[in-house]
């Protein structure tokens, strides 16, 4: 081919230039690969909502610590809870006869962000770590400390395939440069 490009666009190729390409994630339709973050970031961002609407969700649930019930229609209509004290912490609530105030269950709790962590590991599944090491959380490993403090077998070994993918483009370059075939190895990551 002597032209690349789109049509109305024609761009003589150079035919005195070389072109050392390398892909990574190779995907049909993407002839230089995926980017590395490209399948995380819809996760990310479901992830970051979630922990927002989480942060909503405990300051709410903050904002009411008692309910009061009542054990008549007109009292619910009249019910009042009257705080004496100086509008800080320590205060008394009087109520009328007939009512109740109760502490809710969810007083004093804070939204489940555990319940998120499944997202997160998609996040970490496309970026091809442990979601221990995403979220720096040992919680994520079952409490394993050491779990947490060492690479897996799973990111180990994509660790490896990128640094072979490295290595061979490296070669490639240095047998193009110099016609001489070389070894590229990377030290042991253990």
């Given amino acids: 081919k002597t032209e690349i490009g789109d049509v109305g666009n024609k761009v003589p190729v150079a035919k005195d230039r070389t072109l050392i390409d390398q892909t990574f ?13 490209l399948a995380a970031i819809v996760w990310a961002r ?7 609407h989480g942060k909503v969700m405990t300051e709410s649930l903050a904002k009411f610590a008692m309910k009061v019930t009542t054990n008549s ?9 009257k ?17 109740d105030l109760t502490p809710l269950s969810s007083a004093g709790k804070a939204y489940d962000f555990g319940g998120i962590r499944a997202v997160a590991a998609m996040v970490a599944t496309a970026l091809e770590v442990s979601i221990v090491h ?38 490639r370059v240095i047998k193009w440069a110099t016609g001489t075939d070389v070894d ?3 030290p042991a990551l253990d």
């Fill in 83 to 99: 705080l004496a004290g100086n509008g800080g912490s320590g205060q008394t609530a009087v109520i009328g006869s007939g009512q």
């Fill in 25 to 37: 994630n190779s995907q049909v339709g993407w002839p230089l690969g995926v980017p590395d973050g």
């Fill in 73 to 81: 229609k007109a009292g619910a209509t009249n019910v009042g809870v």
């Fill in 134 to 171: 995403l979220l720096s959380d040992p919680g994520a490993a079952g409490s394993s400390y050491g779990s947490a403090s060492n690479l897996d077998l799973p990111t180990k070994r994509a660790m490896v395939s990128r640094q072979n993918l490295w290595g061979d483009y490296v070669a």
């Fill in 46 to 52: 479901i992830y970051s909502e979630l922990m927002t």
């Fill in 184 to 186: 590229v190895s990377f």
